[in-house]
């Protein structure tokens, strides 16, 4: 019983996100809105910051799906919307910022980090391979080491 209302719960709460553009939003022709989800979901909310307007309930992810919608219905193309969006905003309100000169450190990042952890681990295992580990055998444990080896 326990485990049936989980998963009731569980399940209705997957679905949330789908609630989040009511159904005044959607546009008549499929087209347009299949565009315009496409480009909701690659803005950022700015109240929850970690979904897209598409995926938002917040008031400022509803106003920017309508303006989405109309920038699409007055005959502007994806690009167009995104930077009228992205002059208003900034780059911030993209899910993934774009490739630029300025977001090169952002994206090369990732990669600078791994070369450098790699050369410090090659840097530390080439100085730790020449050092003798351990100490060196006492005139007793050498002599029992001869013993045993010339038997």
């Given at each position: 019983?326990?485990?049936?209302?989980?998963?009731?719960?569980?399940?209705?709460?997957?679905?949330?996100?789908?609630?989040?553009?009511?159904?005044?939003?959607?546009?008549?022709?499929?087209?347009?809105e299949a565009r315009a989800r496409a480009i909701?979901?690659?803005?950022?909310?700015?109240?929850?910051?970690?979904?897209?307007?598409?995926?938002?309930?917040?008031?400022?992810?509803?106003?920017?799906?309508?303006?989405?919608?109309?920038?699409?219905?007055?005959?502007?193309?994806?690009?167009?919307?995104?930077?009228?969006?992205?002059?208003?905003?900034?780059?911030?309100?993209?899910?993934?910022?774009?490739?630029?000169?300025?977001?090169?450190?952002?994206?090369?990042?990732?990669?600078?980090?791994?070369?450098?952890?790699?050369?410090?681990?090659?840097?530390?295992?080439?100085?730790?391979?020449?050092?003798?580990?351990?100490?060196?055998?006492?005139?007793?444990?050498?002599?029992?080491?001869?013993?045993?080896?010339?038997?």
């Open positions: 019983m326990i485990a049936r209302l989980l998963l009731l719960v569980g399940l209705l709460l997957s679905a949330a996100p789908a609630f989040a553009v009511n159904p005044d939003e959607v546009l008549a022709d499929p087209a347009l909701s979901a690659e803005l950022r909310c700015m109240v929850c910051q970690n979904q897209s307007i598409d995926d938002s309930n917040a008031e400022l992810a509803k106003d920017l799906r309508l303006l989405v919608r109309k920038r699409l219905t007055d005959g502007d193309s994806d690009q167009q919307v995104m930077s009228y969006i992205v002059s208003r905003y900034g780059e911030f309100v993209l899910l993934k910022p774009r490739f630029e000169m300025k977001t090169v450190l952002l994206w090369g990042a990732p990669v600078l980090l791994i070369l450098a952890g790699g050369l410090s681990l090659a840097v530390f295992a080439r100085r730790r391979a020449g050092k003798p580990t351990g100490s060196s055998l006492t005139a007793d444990e050498q002599a029992r080491l001869n013993e045993l080896l010339d038997q």
